[in-house]
């Protein structure tokens, strides 16, 4: 079994490869530990580069009755390390 002194999925022999942090989980401070940051993100664990938050339309109506119409969009944020989402519903009236 290959050792990960720092619990952050990255095994010792790969953190000295990328010059990583044996100690610390998260090398460069930017919230994504050192071992999700290769293999998830493909971001390198040792710049402060991670990504912006990930914007998915689920859901969009349109509904027009006469002169009068209606929207409804639900829509999801998820920040860059994946592990939250938030979810929001617009809805709104056309004159
Ligand atoms: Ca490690
Ligand atoms: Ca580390
Ligand atoms: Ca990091």
Same mark, same amino acid.
């Given at each position: ?8 999925? *990255? +095994?010792? +022999?790969?953190?000295?490869?990328? +010059?990583?942090? *044996? ?9 994504? /530990?050192?071992?999700?940051? /290769?293999?998830?993100?493909?971001? &390198? /664990?040792?710049?402060? &580069?991670?990504? /912006? @938050?990930?914007?998915?339309?689920? #859901? ?6 006469? *002169?009068?119409?209606? #929207?409804?969009? *639900? #829509?999801?944020?998820?920040? @860059? ?15």
């Amino acid at each position: 079994m290959r050792a990960d002194t720092d619990d952050d999925g *990255l +095994s010792d +022999s790969r953190e000295v490869v990328l +010059s990583t942090n *044996l100690d610390g989980t998260d090398t460069d401070g930017d919230g994504i /530990p050192d071992g999700r940051e /290769p293999r998830h993100w493909d971001t &390198d /664990p040792t710049l402060h &580069d991670h990504r /912006p @938050p990930e914007i998915t339309i689920h #859901y969009a109506r349109w509904a027009v009755d006469g *002169l009068h119409s209606e #929207y409804a969009i *639900l #829509y999801a944020v998820t920040d @860059p390390s994946g592990d939250s989402e938030i979810q929001f519903v617009k809805e709104g009236d056309v004159r």
